[in-house]
Antibody, heavy 121, light 108 residues
Framework: QITLKESGPTLVKSTQTLTLTCTVS??????????VAWIRQPPGKALEWLAL???????RYSPSLDGRLTITKDTSKNQVVLTMTNMDPVDTATFYC?????????????WGQGILVTVSS | EIVLTQSPGTLSLSPGERVILSCRAS???????LAWYQQKPGQAPRLVIY???SRATGIPERFSGSGSGTDFTLIISRLEPEDSAVYSC?????????FGQGTKVEIK
């Protein structure tokens, strides 16, 4: 079955760069139509889509993050990596990676458990 | 960017009651590209509905979705205790893909 798991630091300091890894199983990152997204959720707040990488390495980003994001995939390792620069306390959130299925549409049918990242000042 | 507004903010109903949740978009959502997610405390979201009306794998038949354009609805025909959660809508018709702020469904 499809699983995703986030890993990375749970505490970063203001202005630092955050690097998160999503390790997937049960599907291949180069299967046509497949994608993996990063989505965050500040405590008690709404979900926010951040970035998505497709099977063909096409990348999409939320314009509101203004060039702070980079998403890459390593098919051989079954991993998708998100980097987010210039972290600020307002970026404190649970970060999820999620699977975009190959049958069309940028909705997310499997999610990781999430990782809570706290940004200290 | 399409802004999604969900109503009501919180709903408190008894088991067996019918639940109607609303998701309104600031612009028309193309191709009915609207999904609903269920999120319980401390858990990741779970896909419930995609394409406005298609149930995801494993979702009970009491969940149904409808709508088009700017107005979408999620209905739970008979509320069960395990349905207590926050329900969020997401549009994927145009990037950036956006989520609503969620509706909390409580069981009386």
């Amino acid at each position: 079955q499809i699983t995703l798991k986030e890993s990375g630091p749970t505490l970063v300091k203001s202005t630092q760069t955050l690097t998160l890894t999503c390790t997937v199983s049960g599907f291949s990152l180069d299967t046509r139509g497949v994608g993996v997204a990063w989505i965050r959720q500040p405590p008690g707040k709404a979900l926010e889509w951040l970035a998505l990488v497709y099977w063909d390495d096409d990348q999409r980003y939320s314009p509101s993050l203004d060039g702070r994001l980079t998403i890459t995939k390593d098919t051989s390792k079954n991993q998708v990596v998100l980097t987010m620069t210039n972290m600020d306390p307002v970026d404190t959130a649970t970060f999820y990676c999620a699977h975009r299925g190959p049958y069309g549409g940028n909705f997310f049918d499997h999610w990781g458990q999430g990782i809570l990242v706290t940004v200290s000042s | 960017e399409i802004v999604l507004t969900q109503s009501p903010g919180t709903l408190s109903l008894s088991p067996g009651e019918r639940v109607i949740l609303s998701c309104r978009a600031s612009q028309s959502v193309s191709n009915k590209y609207l999904a609903w997610y269920q999120q319980k405390p401390g858990q990741a979201p779970r896909l419930v509905i995609y394409g406005a009306s298609s149930r995801a794998t494993g979702i009970p038949e009491r969940f149904s979705g409808s709508g088009s354009g700017t107005d979408f609805t999620l209905i739970i025909s008979r509320l069960e205790p395990e349905d207590s959660a926050v329900y969020s809508c997401q549009q994927y018709g145009s990037s950036p893909w956006t989520f609503g702020q969620g509706t909390k469904v409580e069981i009386k």
